[in-house]
């Protein structure tokens, strides 16, 4: 995971426990990705994460295209443009686009 998280999402790491969490940098705040059924407490059935860039086709080419299991590049409605790429366990990973905000 940690090697993952490094060089398809860039995260910097900031400490783990092996076997159980990696918690990485990203920017203001930090996001930590727990190793599935190292808790007593597991999901239903899958976890998301949400990451929102700035530039979706950036982040696309960063990620690799061949990795993107999912994209829907046009914005439908309300909905930001959105890519998904899996994590070694299989989970999703939801790139959006950030809206910009009006008067921006």
Known sequence: MRRWSKSVLGFDLLDEEAG???RFDSGPAFVCLERKGSEP???RDKAVIFLEVPDLTAAVASVGREKIVAMKAEGEGRRQPW???HD???YNVVIVE???R???
């Open 83 to 85: 890519a998904v790429v």
């Open 102 to 104: 009006s008067g921006e």
């Open 88 to 90: 070694p366990e299989g």
């Open 20 to 22: 159980h969490y990696t």
């Open 41 to 43: 407490y597991p999901s």
């Open 98 to 100: 950030a809206q910009t």
